[in-house]
């Protein structure tokens, strides 16, 4: 259990950046998880059952990782589970996406952040 835990929170910025993802759609994002679902559809590592979940009851799932697919999808700096041959390939690293968020926050010229405007 405590190895589940672990891993969870080492990859707890990815995961929030897929559930505010899935919350918040954007078309963008929504393209890129389409196109990452037909490919994980057609991987024998699918998991639509949920045995190999990290967390129970969110199915389907990543039988290499057990990342839930509605949120890893999503998540534009994750990539396949499957490390040792990925099937697919995180579009930001962690400190771009790190950057982006922190760029978003900055006032802008009226003093207001960009994300408000």
Excluded: Y
Excluded at 11 to 27: H, P, Q, V, W, Y
């Amino acid at each position: 259990m405590s190895g589940k835990l672990n891993k969870i929170w080492s990859n707890r910025a990815s995961i929030l950046e897929g559930i505010k993802n899935s919350a918040f759609k954007d078309e963008h994002v929504e393209q890129i998880a389409t196109e990452r679902l037909a490919i994980c559809i057609a991987c024998p590592d699918l998991d639509i059952e949920g045995s190999e979940c990290m967390v129970p009851g969110t199915h389907p799932c990543c039988g290499q990782c057990g990342c839930s697919l509605k949120f890893k999808l999503r998540s534009l700096s994750s990539s396949c589970g499957n490390e040792e041959e990925p099937r697919w390939n995180a579009l930001l690293t962690q400190e771009e996406e790190d950057s982006f968020i922190n760029e978003i926050k900055k006032p802008n010229q009226n003093g207001d952040n960009i994300q408000s405007s």
